[in-house]
């Protein structure tokens, strides 16, 4: 959980700030794919 958040916010933070959209719906899929592994 703790490296996702750091993960996200690192990459909103300044290195995609005109991809918001796109890199939410990859975030979607890639939180999805982690809770399915995890799981």
């Known amino acids: 959980m703790q490296f996702e958040s750091a993960f996200y916010l690192s990459l909103k933070s300044g290195l995609y700030p005109n991809c918001e959209p796109l890199f939410r719906s990859l975030y979607c899929l890639m939180a ?4 399915a592994f995890y799981d």
């Open 32 to 35: 999805l794919s982690i809770f």
